[in-house]
């Protein structure tokens, strides 16, 4: 019973690294996104898929990159980290209908860039 | 536009006690509704959501939730709380069939021994 499934957990880059986040669900949902979560703030949306081959900017999308290449995958690419770039990240999926609309969540990745 | 506001940013209360987390909402058409749950170091759980069937919903781990319509509030309760409750909680509003969720800031729940 996976549900959405992100890599790794933890990670800690230095400023200019580039890395990608993971992230697979497999519940067959046509929504993804990407979201980061900072104190106090609650979830900003990053980036947001709509299927395969369809995806578009949330609120604070700079610094990142994303594709959708198949149904179950969703990557989140950060290209030279920055700072501001430290953060928890989280994925998530929802179907296009039903089920309430109930959005998932993976476990999380805490980044820290330094 | 949607909107929800957490009223609470922090909420102690004494084991065995009830729980009351308060979020209000703006949305021009019958939203979903969602409490979510977040522990330490973990992802987010759903606890609850409210999809214009009955008013009254109940979750998991005794929690539930009443919409109010003419109020436009969607609190969270709990008649006792146990030390595990303590988290951080997040109250969601979606309109159904697109991909916007709007959250709160979230209510951190402490749980006095």
């Known amino acids: 019973n996976a549900g959405v499934t992100q890599t790794p957990k933890f990670r800690i880059l230095k400023i200019g690294q580039s890395m990608t986040l993971q992230c697979t669900q497999d519940?067959?949902?046509?929504?993804m996104y990407w979201y980061r979560q900072d104190p106090g703030m609650g979830l900003k949306l990053i980036y947001y898929s709509v299927g395969a081959g369809i995806t578009d900017k949330g609120e604070v999308p700079n610094g990142y990159n994303v594709s959708r290449s198949t149904t179950e995958d969703f990557p989140l690419r950060l290209e030279l980290a920055a700072p501001s770039q430290t953060s928890v990240y989280f994925c998530?999926?929802?179907?296009?209908?039903?089920?309430?609309?109930?959005?998932?969540f993976g476990e999380g990745s805490w980044l820290t860039v330094v | 536009a949607q909107s929800v506001t957490q009223l609470d940013s922090h909420v102690s209360v004494s084991e065995g006690t009830p729980v009351l987390l308060r979020c209000n909402y703006s949305?021009?058409?019958?939203?979903?509704l969602f409490w979510y749950v977040q522990h330490p170091n973990k992802g987010l759980q759903l606890l609850l959501k409210?999809?214009?069937?009955?008013?009254l919903v109940k979750g998991i781990n005794g929690f539930e939730a009443e919409f109010k319509k003419s109020e436009t509030s969607f609190h969270l309760t709990k008649p006792s709380a146990h030390m595990s409750d303590a988290a951080e909680y997040f109250c969601?509003?979606?309109?159904?069939?697109?991909?916007?969720?709007?959250f709160g800031t979230g209510t951190r729940l402490k749980v006095l021994a």
């Open positions: 998530a999926s929802s179907p296009l209908s039903g089920d309430g609309n109930t959005i998932y």
């Open positions: 969601v509003v979606s309109l159904s069939g697109t991909y916007k969720y709007i």
């Open positions: 949305s021009s058409y019958s939203p979903s």
């Open positions: 409210y999809t214009s069937a009955a008013t």
């Open positions: 519940m067959n949902h046509n929504y």
